[in-house]
T-cell receptor, first 115, second 117 residues
Framework: ETGVTQTPRHLVMGMTNKKSLKCEQHLGHNAMYWYKQSAKKPLELMFV???????ENNSVPSRFSPECPNSSHLFLHLHTLQPEDSALYLC??????????????FGPGTRLTVL | QKEVEQDPGPLSVPEGAIVSLNCTYSNSAFQYFMWYRQYSRKGPELLMYTYSSGNKEDGRFTAQVDKSSKYISLFIRDSQPSDSATYLC?????????????????FGQGTILTVHP
């Protein structure tokens, strides 16, 4: 295992539901990320948090709301989603180090289906 | 035009074959070039990375970067059924005074590879 856990692993929700995805990292990293992986598309970076502060928001619709209460936990709150939001949502974490590549460790993902 | 282009395959090869996976990119600011491997029902894991141009070898895997052509490759020698996975190229710019590759990775679509016995 990579040290990054995600729950739930599978989620089916209606368009009017509200749900949350959870990510936890046990690696002592300070940066955490949400990605969206759709079939036949590249991974899309959604949000980046560094030391609990959001540093990137890649023009993500407001129906996706991230929350990072501390460096080990990351949430993605979902409401009034659309069927096209169905995808694998991946969480990652890293410890950026000067002069080196930023190796991101990924969780197994949450497979989301919006009906 | 996509920033990173990668042939999605699928690619099917016999065990023992040499596999060549490739990506092209358009942003000349990219400095770190990575290859991730993603097994079914798992998240991606970093396989290798190269900074700027050149080659890097790790066991059966060789990564090559040609910045003049904006082209990167991953070669797998003596491929094994356990190499069957999706291979994702990813790139990033330097960020920060210390030159850290930080945060924003741009991924290719991924190539699905199957190595059959």
């Amino acid at each position: 295992e990579t040290g990054v856990t995600q729950t739930p692993r599978h989620l089916v929700m209606g368009m009017t539901n509200k749900k949350s995805l959870k990510c936890e990292q046990h690696l002592g990293h300070n940066a955490m990320y949400w990605y969206k992986q759709s079939a036949k598309k590249p991974l899309e970076l959604m949000f980046v948090y560094n030391f609990k502060e959001q540093t990137e928001n890649n023009s993500v619709p407001s129906r996706f709301s991230p929350e990072c209460p501390n460096s080990s936990h990351l949430f993605l709150h979902l409401h009034t989603l659309q069927p096209e939001d169905s995808a694998l949502y991946l969480c990652a974490s890293s410890r950026p180090t000067s002069g080196s590549v930023d190796e991101q460790f990924f969780g197994p993902g949450t497979r989301l289906t919006v009906l | 035009q996509k920033e990173v282009e990668q042939d999605p395959g699928p690619l099917s090869v016999p065990e023992g074959a040499i596999v060549s996976l490739n990506c092209t990119y358009s942003n000349s600011a990219f400095q770190y070039f990575m290859w991730y491997r993603q097994y079914s029902r798992k998240g991606p894991e970093l396989l290798m990375y190269t900074y700027s141009s050149g080659n890097k070898e790790d066991g059966r895997f060789t990564a090559q970067v040609d910045k003049s052509s904006k082209y990167i490759s991953l070669f797998i020698r003596d491929s094994q059924p356990s190499d069957s996975a999706t291979y994702l190229c990813a790139m990033s710019r330097l960020k920060g005074a210390g030159g850290t590759s930080y945060g924003k990775l741009t991924f290719g679509q991924g190539t699905i590879l199957t190595v059959h016995p």
